[in-house]
């Protein structure tokens, strides 16, 4: 094997490089190296300074994934960070690309640091449920000050170089040849003593006030709820301020080696491999190239059609969006500009990006234009009638090999593909909304829908930025058929004594973003609603004959007042205690477990069926749809990891306990009763 770590001199300035494509990452081969280049430009007189560059398109980008789960090979990342800042003569970090986890870690090691404007620098560890392990929470507040190093730490995103700058995390930015300014400024600094080593700055960590902590904790709640990482992240970060930088290093390390071994962060582990994972197609020769997608057009220019729209336009995609009126064509392209203006307002684009955006968007009245399009996808409501009419029509108007695709959330993609003379060209994409925000994709495969056109797909989510998941044909098909058995228990619950706030705030606990009764107020009660107020058989469909449609109707299963913050509704409450006593149902105290086991419980039963019908290619692909497309904290992994951590006997166990409430229509999957016998796991 190559060494990654080779080392040049310029003058009296060595250059120690590291070439371990594509991104730098600190593998052990890069650790030793590291440790060996110092050393020999230590103990080398000719030599007065060092700069430490990357070849490539980044700077160190974090840790060797490849090492994970592996025994240990010293030295240890936090061993090169010490060696590197007990280095006797100046050390300058040469960024460009992204400076992230160790990488940032290895930087503040340096004495200095100089950049591209173009960089970033980031610690991502609390993504993995972790926090930075050599030294990053301790060396971070000391030179860049304990706001930013909070805001790096908690959120994991990266800063930009002018950032860092502006906190003194960077020392000066580069214009121009960064090796070239790097070695200057070694130059500059090379007769400068004492060395500036960052874990023995004082100025940005002395006399903090410690409501500092708490206040930010309070102004970022939604981050703390549930997940240890930011916590552990937060409290290493304060001992940077109470103590000296050997006892907070201990701090971090001690929180390091909990972080590891526990639940939280094996589930976030788990699903980084798991995202990447979901990209792979079963059954498909790798050898199959995608179509070439020029222009996509999008039928609907509506909430969905205008999202949908935007990913491609974004993604420097022409776009051809189609309308049956004029007023409808103007009020969906308005909102897509009305959106694309707010981005910009927040400064993630320019005015020029915007324009460029919606410049290549053609609207129209007209279906046929629609004959021009490489890939193109049909965004009108959910009705299978009106599906087939387009898809009939669209096969008279697509060109040979031209993609046609559907953004059902429900309905049979082999019904919609069976009615045009090219079903090897049909498949589902179902967006999430908002179509232009959320990151999942299903991507449905029919029963004829060609190897091509999945690679096609698959390939295109990425370009537009999606985690595309590949689902086969039911109803709901991954996502949404894991939904309809929660759903359905969360309602039957009402009937037997439980509130929709009491269903919604374990919901939250748990982790999700919101519960059943929040999401159905938030989404619309009146989604999928027959439309007949006269018929009603369920506590939706009285909600809905009476206009409580949701937020947007400022009623729905909650009252909302002109802010839409939700309040318990005795009208709501009526309405459920009137079904209960007609059903001849008895009101009774209901347990949080209870809402677990009925309503989660459930959805892993679900899942396991879907895996078992070959409906999903994977657990780890249920997982990914649900952290993606309904919130699922991923601090738990996702519903089938969460399940198999729980312990598959234990969720069998629950099941049988509630099995006579479950009602007619239950059953179980075998594949979770046997997997359960057997001791076996979904994910591995």
């Known amino acids: 094997m190559t060494d990654p770590i080779s080392s040049e001199t310029h003058g009296d300035i060595r250059i120690i490089w590291s070439d371990n494509p594509p991104v730098n990452a600190i593998s052990a081969a890069v650790r030793q190296g590291l440790v060996r280049e110092i050393e020999a430009a230590e103990s080398d007189d000719a030599v007065n300074a060092v700069v430490i560059a990357c070849k490539g398109r980044t700077f160190f980008a974090g840790a060797d994934i490849t090492e994970f789960g592996k ?245 420097g995609i022409p776009v051809t969006i189609v309308e049956m009126n004029q007023d409808a064509l103007d009020r969906g392209t308005g909102i897509m500009l009305k959106n694309y203006q707010s981005t910009a307002k927040k400064g993630r684009m320019t005015e020029e990006q915007v324009g460029q955006a919606m410049g290549l968007l053609k609207p129209s009245l007209n279906f046929e234009d629609l004959g021009e399009c490489d890939l193109i996808i049909e965004a009108v409501y959910e009705n299978m009638d009106v599906k087939k009419e387009i898809f009939t029509r669209l096969d008279g108007i697509a060109k040979p090999g031209a993609i046609l695709a559907s953004n059902t959330s429900y309905l049979d993609v082999n019904e919609i593909a069976s009615v045009t003379s090219r079903p090897q060209d049909v498949l589902g994409l179902h967006f999430f909304s908002p179509a232009n925000i959320m990151k999942l994709l299903e991507v449905v495969r029919g029963d004829k829908t060609a190897d091509d056109v999945l690679v096609t797909a698959m390939a295109l989510a990425k370009k537009i930025r999606k985690v595309a998941v590949v689902a086969g044909v039911c109803y709901g098909f991954i996502g949404n058929r894991m939904l309809i058995p929660r759903q359905l228990q969360a309602e039957k619950l009402l009937l037997e004594g439980a509130t929709p706030e009491q269903v919604d705030r374990v919901h939250v606990a748990f982790g999700m973003p919101m519960g059943p009764f929040q999401m159905a107020d938030l989404a619309g009660v009146d989604i999928g609603w027959h439309r007949d107020p006269s018929r009603i058989d369920s506590i939706r469909d009285a909600l809905c004959a009476i206009d409580r449609w949701g937020q947007k109707k400022g009623a729905g299963f909650y009252d909302y007042d002109e802010n839409r913050r939700p309040s318990p509704s005795e009208k709501v409450q009526a309405i459920i205690d009137d079904f209960a006593a007609k059903k001849g149902v008895e009101k009774r105290d209901i347990s949080d477990q209870e809402i677990v086991e009925r309503t989660l419980y459930t959805m892993v039963n679900e899942g396991a069926k879907i895996l078992e019908e070959g409906k999903a290619q994977r657990a780890s692909d249920v997982d990914v749809v649900w952290v993606y497309g309904y919130g699922w904290p991923v601090y738990r992994g996702g519903p089938m990891h969460w399940a198999d951590a729980e312990g598959l006997d234990k969720i069998v166990e629950g099941l049988k306990r509630q099995e006579s409430r479950l009602g007619e229509d239950w059953s179980y999957s075998q594949l979770l009763l046997d997997k359960a016998e057997a001791g076996e796991k979904f994910t591995r």
């Not at 007990?86 to 940032?104: F, M, S």
């Not at 130059?187 to 003593?193: G, H, L, S």
């Not at 001690?254 to 526990?262: A, D, I, P, Q």
């Open 71 to 315: 025994p240990p090979i010293m030295p240890w990342l936090p061993e090169v960070v010490d060696r590197i800042e007990a280095c006797t003569k100046p050390v300058v970090a040469a960024i460009h690309g992204t400076a992230l986890g160790g990488g940032c870690e290895i930087a503040l090691g340096c004495h200095y640091r100089v950049a591209l404007p173009s960089a970033k620098m980031g610690f991502p560890e609390v993504n993995l449920g972790l926090l930075p392990g050599a030294g990053g929470t301790q060396r971070a507040p000391r030179v860049g000050g304990v706001e930013l190093a909070l805001q790096m730490a908690t959120t994991g995103k990266p800063i930009s170089a002018q950032q860092a700058y502006d906190h003194g995390l960077v020392d000066r930015l580069i214009e121009g040849d960064l090796l070239q300014h790097a070695v200057a400024f070694a130059e500059e600094v090379k007769d400068i003593r004492p060395l500036p080593k960052s874990s023995e700055r004082q100025d940005k960590v002395d006399g903090v006030d410690p409501s500092v902590f708490e206040d930010y904790k309070k102004a970022n709640a939604k981050l703390f709820r549930g997940d240890i990482a930011p916590q552990a992240n937060l409290d290493c970060i304060k001992a940077a301020t109470e103590m000296p930088y050997d006892k907070g290093v201990m701090v971090e390390r001690t929180k390091f080696m909990e972080l590891m071994s526990g639940p939280q962060a094996r589930a976030r582990q788990y699903f980084f491999f798991a995202e990447r994972k979901a990209a792979k197609i079963d059954g498909v020769d790798e050898s199959v190239e995608p179509r070439e997608i020029k222009r996509v057009g999008v039928i609907g220019a509506g909430t969905m059609g205008g999202g949908i729209s935007m990913n491609f336009l974004s993604a």
